[in-house]
């Protein structure tokens, strides 16, 4: 166990909806990452927060969005979802701000859009 | 843009064989490098790091290997167990942010 939560670990939902993942990082952690899994990629970076801030930003699309909140959990909203948004979506976090040392995962989220 | 390219795929193992799981890099200036297991239906996990003032570190069985001049990592898992089954990504900073190859999936065959 990482000591990240993420939900739901599940979710199916059709083109067009909208819908929330949630993470919450290990405790004293104050960064948060999000990835996206596919099929046939590896894990694409989209978005990391550091202590409530946007840190640093990667392929995220416009049609997804993050924040932290004060008490350090992150959501990332998905919206105008297309079929090609079905993916693992995984958060993950660690101590320091700088892209340095060990990230720990959460077991992730599976969006399916149908 | 930054590449991580793993050389193969799927990678199959006697247990107790040596196992050996390569990846390229395309950004010369990265810094540093980890390499992180999946278990099927877990997050990754981290495994091993290394910066870029090493060539080679070692863990518990497990042992990175880093060739600067070709931008070449490697992991070496020694006495591969049953529990060593899974997809192995190694990832190269950055530029902010942590580039992941596709992974390999090695399989350890009883």
């Known amino acids: 166990d990482s000591g990240v939560t993420q939900t739901p670990k599940h979710l199916i939902t059709a083109t067009g909806q909208r819908v929330t993942l949630r993470c919450s990082p290990r405790s004293g952690d104050l960064s948060v990452y999000w990835y996206q899994q596919s099929l046939d990629q590896g894990l694409q970076f989209l978005i990391q927060y550091y202590n409530g801030e946007e840190r640093a930003k990667g392929n995220i699309l416009e049609r997804f969005s993050a924040q932290q909140f004060p008490d350090l959990h992150s959501e990332l909203n998905l919206s105008s979802l297309e079929l090609g948004d079905s993916a693992l979506y995984f958060c993950?976090?660690?101590?320091?701000?700088?892209?340095?040392?060990?990230?720990?995962f959460g077991e992730g989220s599976r969006l399916t859009v149908l | 843009g930054e590449s991580v390219g793993l050389h193969l795929p799927t990678l199959s193992v006697q247990e107790g064989d040596n196992s050996i799981i390569n990846c390229a890099y395309s950004n010369s200036a990265s810094d540093y490098f980890i390499w992180y297991k999946q278990e099927s239906g877990k997050g990754p996990q981290f495994i091993i790091d290394i910066r870029s003032n090493m060539d080679k570190r070692q863990g518990q069985r497990v042992t990175v290997l880093l060739n600067k001049t070709v931008k070449h990592l490697s992991l070496q898992i020694a006495a591969t167990q049953p529990g060593d089954s899974a997809v192995y990504f190694c990832?190269?900073?950055?530029?902010?942010?942590?580039?992941f190859g596709t992974g390999t999936s090695l399989t350890v065959i009883p």
């Open positions: 993950a976090s660690s101590v320091q701000g700088a892209m340095i040392g060990e990230l720990f």
């Open positions: 990832a190269e900073e950055g530029g902010n942010q942590f580039y």
